[in-house]
């Protein structure tokens, strides 16, 4: 083979992703589509910190891959020359090793290709169906009835604020001592909350590979009290479920490493915390308001509760679903970008610099406000020193 079968190697590569990814990421895992590793080339790894280098399998571009803390990311290619610590020409050799395509003839070559690009089509089919798939999903988890949500177990099933359920008890009990109680914020949204006594922590789920290598759930993860927060799109349409994993015994974070996890598509969805003025969801007013939008929710609740109902308030879930939050809808007046306090981390002043030029694109008035204590505006309603 030669340079010429960049093509073939690449396709093969991306259809056998996570084959790849187990050789060359051996300590990683699969969560929701994507491989999840700590970074063997920075050795990244430290007691509690969480594994950012990702590498997508489904649902967009296999093989693509970004390190979140470090910001080194590239293709399929890519990949193995970093990890390997090699260059293009060392990446393909490789990979050709992997693949077992060590020789083949002008003819085996040609025969692969239209392989190949038959295996792209029945990739992107499956993807975008997975990805209807996942969507329908969001909103049955938030709206979910007892039993289970695609893999997810919900036992017990969700309930709305105000149903006067003990897992709404806990869970006020949690926004409490967190300093961002629901009930200061009076012009909560009734649309996004819900709770349950149980939820799946799916992310401590096991899973394994059958004979044709299928995979499967050998063991469901642990379950959690949790808060449902629905993420809605421009249109009021649930695209992402985002869930807060509670401790069962006090009012807090539940004890994993990872407490707060989102399934389905963030991009372009937001979390409303409070309604403002018009106390009319975004979706359903055109009627101007000023907007308050966060990263957590957490942040944006605590703002929510100051304001009297004077703004919108929003939560992004992250620095990227902040820069593509619908800003330019009618509703929004001018924004107030409510910053963590991330000073010292050069990739969070990068995702920054990202965020708000995604809020800028609107054309309307933004203003930063930023934390001068701690790491959000939660720990300064907290009165952390």
Not at 223 to 233: D, E, I, K, Q, T
Not at 266 to 287: D, H, L, S
């Amino acid at each position: 083979m030669t340079g010429g079968d960049l093509d073939i190697i690449k396709s093969e590569l991306q259809g056998r992703i996570e084959d790849l990814c187990r050789v060359l990421l051996p300590n990683g895992r699969n969560e929701g589509g994507q491989w999840v590793s700590f970074n063997p080339v920075t050795n990244d790894y430290r007691q509690g910190r969480n594994p950012t280098l990702k590498i997508r399998m489904r649902g967009g571009v296999a093989g693509a891959w970004k390190d979140w803390r470090s910001g080194d990311k590239g293709d399929v290619i890519r990949l193995i020359a970093y990890v390997q610590g090699t260059d293009t020409k060392g990446a393909l050799v490789w990979a050709r090793d992997f693949l077992g395509l060590r020789t083949m003839s002008r003819a085996d070559r040609d025969a692969m290709r239209k392989v190949v690009h038959q295996r792209a089509e029945a990739r992107a089919r499956q993807d975008e169906r997975r990805r209807r798939e996942k969507l329908a999903e969001a909103d049955r988890l938030f709206h979910a009835k007892p039993g289970r949500v695609g893999h997810i177990e919900v036992p017990y099933g969700s309930f709305a604020l105000g149903d006067g359920s003990t897992a709404e008890a806990h869970a006020r009990a949690y926004f409490g001592a967190r300093n961002c109680a629901l009930e200061a914020v009076p012009d909560l949204s009734g649309f996004s909350t819900r709770v349950t006594p149980a939820v799946e922590w799916w992310r401590g789920a096991v899973w394994g590979r059958d004979g044709n290598g299928r995979s499967f759930k050998q063991q469901a993860g642990p379950l959690y009290p949790g808060v449902l927060s629905a993420m809605r799109n421009r249109l009021g349409i649930v695209t992402a479920c985002h869930v807060t994993f509670l401790d069962p015994y006090r009012p807090a974070k539940a004890p994993v490493d990872v407490s707060k996890l989102m399934w389905g598509e963030a991009k372009g969805a937001v979390i409303e915390i409070a309604t403002g003025p018009t106390g009319q969801p975004f979706w359903m007013t055109e009627e101007p308001a000023p907007l308050i939008i966060a990263e957590g929710r957490e942040t944006a609740q605590s703002f929510a509760a100051t304001l009297g109902g004077r703004a919108r308030v929003w939560a992004a879930g992250s620095l990227a679903g902040v820069g593509s939050a619908p800003v330019d809808l009618p509703c929004v007046e001018w924004i107030l970008f409510a910053r963590d306090n991330n000073s010292g981390n050069a990739q969070a002043q990068k995702q920054f610099d990202q965020a708000l030029a995604g809020l800028e694109a609107s054309g309307k008035l933004v203003v930063v406000e930023a934390s001068h204590v701690g790491d959000d505006f939660n720990d300064l309603a907290q009165g952390e020193e």
